[in-house]
């Protein structure tokens, strides 16, 4: 008898015209929609990534546990408990830890090295949304347990994650510095509204500027531990390992990264244009953002249409720390022809979007943010639609 399928990882509708299926749980923006967006994406248009079907959650029974070594006064939240905490809301953008991942190259330039796995989900540009949060502080809520000395803390799901080691509930393990930052939050709206199933009803972690798998969902427990706890089975998978690391790192912060608001390979006519992009980083605030369009002149070569290669966008409006900014910029006498699109940003930490060829090669394709070419093509007015 053949194995029985997976049940559904989303619940919510994903219509092609917002989402790019990846898998099974993996629901990517379509930035071909994004246009239609604001500052902020819609709550059902939100890129979604669940590892395993949402838990049935009953609210009134539902109970968020805070133990571990580093607490003196161990306690079970209710859901009204924790709304009574002082709430806070934030602007942030949620940026997958291996968002473009698809860009990596399929084969390490180690010869000694095999090709990179194929069962991982390959993220183009759009493993990425921003929307506003509310919830309570996560060191609110410490200060209420009694917290003492502590070294970090490991925040768990009520999920069951199928592993080679069994089901598993998908954890992550933070430095205590991170979990009593300002802005780490303990999220139960989005926008207003109550936190969606898919997005961790009735509550997930938000760890502002980090990849968005440190961001648990369906929350059940917080252990807070006075000695180092360590990396947990899904964390092991998200380090920056290979040759050209001595020893793995964990990836924490969100590289400043860029894309258009356009889908991929996409058909334009000829004339006057104005593209539209977004860019963001997980360390601070954008400060520039650069776009380059080259044409195809042969059978893998280009050539850029403008002198120099790179023109400085307009930013459409003043940056905020770990949200995105809007840019623009404008090509005129657009020709027929093959097109390649890259955007390069900055951000106020002094980090810069690699060339491509530039990327280092990890194992798990961790962190991508070279300046990825989207294609498109240029038809004349008489052969569009």
């Known amino acids: 008898m053949p194995p029985k399928p997976p049940p559904n990882y989303v619940v919510q509708p994903t219509p092609s015209a917002y989402f790019i299926s990846r898998g099974n749980g993996s629901e990517e923006m379509n ?60 602007r942030r953008v949620l940026d997958c830890g291996v968002n473009c991942r698809a860009f990596f190259p399929r084969v390490s330039p180690y010869q000694s090295i095999k090709w990179l796995p194929t069962g991982w989900t390959q993220w183009h540009f759009g493993a990425v949304g921003a929307t506003e949060w509310t ?64 997005h961790g009803y009735p509550l997930r972690a938000i760890f502002s500027g980090w990849g968005a798998n440190s ?75 650069e776009v380059r369009i080259d044409r195809q002149v042969a059978q893998d070569r280009w050539a850029p249409i403008w002198e120099p290669g790179w023109r400085s966008a307009k930013l459409l409006h003043a940056p905020e720390p770990m949200m995105w900014v809007r840019f623009e910029v404008t090509w005129k006498d657009a020709e027929p022809g093959r097109y390649r699109l890259m955007a390069r940003a900055s951000d106020d930490a002094g980090r810069v979007q690699p060339r491509p060829e530039a990327m280092v090669w990890n194992q798990h394709a961790v962190g991508y943010n070279g300046h990825a070419p989207l294609e498109l093509s240029v038809l004349p007015q008489s052969n569009m639609p």
């Open 215 to 289: 961001a648990v969902k369906w929350l059940g427990r917080i252990e807070v531990s006075q000695e180092p706890l360590p990396l947990t089975h899904f964390q092991r998978n998200q380090v920056l390992a290979g040759p050209d690391y001595a020893e793995p790192i964990l990836a924490t912060v969100g590289p400043v990264r860029s894309a258009f608001e356009l889908a991929e390979d996409i058909t334009l006519g000829p004339g006057d244009r104005t593209l539209h992009g977004r860019a963001w980083s997980g360390a601070g605030a954008i400060e520039q953002v």
């Open 31 to 90: 930035f071909g929609a994004a246009p239609e967006y604001g500052d902020l994406v819609p709550n059902d248009r939100m890129y979604i990534h669940s590892r395993a079907a949402p838990p049935p959650i009953d609210l009134t029974t539902w109970r968020l546990h805070v133990a571990g070594s580093a607490v003196a006064k161990p306690r079970a939240f209710t859901y009204d408990e924790l709304l009574a905490f002082p709430a806070v809301t934030c």
């Open 135 to 198: 919830g309570v502080r996560v060191k609110d809520l410490l200060d209420a347990v009694g917290l003492g000395p502590a070294a970090n803390a490991q925040f768990t799901s009520l999920d069951a994650v199928a592993t080679e080691a069994g089901d598993l509930p998908y954890s992550q393990v933070i430095a205590i510095d991170k979990v009593l930052a300002d802005d780490t939050l303990l999220a139960y709206r989005m926008r207003d509204e109550p936190l969606p199933i898919d």
